[in-house]
């Protein structure tokens, strides 16, 4: 009987050791993850610098408002704000929160990606935007939304720029206008889809279809926009591929050029010299012609975009443009 309870005793004593230290362990795991959760930065994901001035262009066009932090219309930091927080980097909400966050950068040392402030009120930080490289930064400006500036314009935002903070050191890489636009930035910006921008144009030019069936496979007698889409085929301004129109795809802004010239039989050709068209680009004669029409001015920094997305944005800026 003794050696019975001895027996129980022990285990009983070892269970109680054994339980103490799994306590202690699962202490253990729990401060260390916690530690590390909380030693790591949030302002570590970004892909690159292409991926947040690709987004940062995403949104040409959209308007200022004042408190403004979305995409229905933006104030200078909430603009910031909005960009980076889509390429996974949080950053505070106002301008002088975000002047007094990162590391200070000399005006000579600017890299694309750092946030320049600008002193527009005459009493300190009251303006900001993101460096693009080449002298110009994208910002949400009170007089025509986002746009593109550069810091060294003698009429206005060179006599007031004040600094820049780099929350981010993005490894230095050439910035193409191509560039992919991240996951995160995608499910935030909206694209116009084919089928949308041939809506817009059967509306613009009262366009009807004459054929009764479609030639695509893919568009169906039920498709809402089965109409505009037929239309658009008969008129010759669209054409599908292997059969197929794609109604949820999206359009480049180089073959919205050719869309738009033909559609509205635009004429005359300036020359153009944006570095990322190519004299002996395709697009390159229907972009000269929107420029001489005054329906595009590219990015502002010596762009185009060509092979970039057409966001809704951008292709309302366009008929609005040819209606005026």
């Not at 694309?112 to 910002?139: A, L, M, P, Q, W």
């Not at 008969?234 to 738009?260: C, H, W, Y």
């Not at 509205?264 to 029409?293: C, M, Q, R």
């Amino acid at each position: 009987m003794l050696r019975c309870s001895q027996t129980k005793h022990t285990a009983c004593i070892c269970a109680k050791g054994d339980f103490e230290k799994r306590m202690k362990r699962l202490l253990f795991l729990v401060l260390a993850s916690l530690l590390i959760s909380t030693s790591i930065p949030s302002m570590t994901s970004a892909n690159s610098a292409n991926d947040l001035v690709s987004t940062a262009r995403s949104y040409i066009g959209t308007p200022y408002s004042y408190g403004g932090t979305t995409t229905s219309g933006f104030d200078c930091s909430g603009y910031t704000q909005h960009v980076f927080k889509q390429v996974g980097i949080s950053i505070p909400r106002t301008t002088g929160q975000q002047h007094a966050m990162g590391t200070s950068v000399a005006k000579s040392d600017l890299q694309t990606g750092d946030i320049v402030f600008f002193n527009t009120s005459g009493s300190g930080v009251s303006h900001n935007g993101i460096y693009i490289g080449s002298g110009k930064f994208i910002h949400s400006s009170t007089s025509q939304g986002v746009m593109i500036s550069s810091i060294n314009d003698p009429a206005y935002w060179g006599s007031r720029y004040i600094g820049a903070r780099r929350v981010k050191d993005f490894t230095p890489e050439v910035l193409v206008a191509s560039a992919d636009v991240p996951t995160e930035a995608k499910k935030a910006i909206k694209y116009a889809t084919r089928a949308e921008i041939a809506k817009t144009l059967v509306d613009e030019l009262g366009l009807k279809k004459s054929s009764t069936q479609s030639p695509f496979s893919d568009v169906a007698a039920t498709h809402p926009q089965f109409d505009s889409i037929i239309a658009v085929s008969d008129a010759g301004i669209f054409s599908g591929n292997n059969g197929q129109f794609d109604p949820a795809g999206e359009m480049t802004r180089a073959q919205l050029a050719k869309v738009l010239v033909e559609a509205f039989n635009l004429e005359g050709a300036s020359e153009t010299s944006f570095k990322d068209v190519p004299k002996n680009h395709w697009a390159n004669e229907y972009i000269n012609i929107l420029y001489h029409n005054d329906i595009t001015t590219g990015y502002g920094d010596g762009n185009y975009g060509l092979n970039d997305k057409v966001t809704a944005s951008q292709f309302g800026k366009f008929i609005d443009r040819l209606n005026n």
